[in-house]
């Protein structure tokens, strides 16, 4: 779902809602894991780094939440 991130579009963040992260409601990407600030994490609204932003995205992902 995150590997080829290149900004949050509507199916990406529905996509995150039905696994559990509920969005904060800022400018940022900041998701939290069921809500727990333990497992925070922000995705970039448009990341400059295509090659490599999604892969990012997914490690730190699975990192703070599984």
């Not at 949050?8 to 939290?32: A, C, N, R, W, Y």
């Amino acid at each position: 779902m995150l590997s080829n991130y290149s900004g949050m579009t509507p199916k990406l963040k529905k996509g995150l809602e039905d696994i559990g992260f509920i969005f904060d409601k800022s400018d940022h990407q900041k998701v939290k894991y069921y809500g727990d600030d333990r497992y925070t994490i922000v995705y970039a609204s448009t990341p400059s780094d295509k090659g490599h932003g999604g892969k990012n995205n997914a490690n730190i992902t699975m990192k703070r939440a599984f």
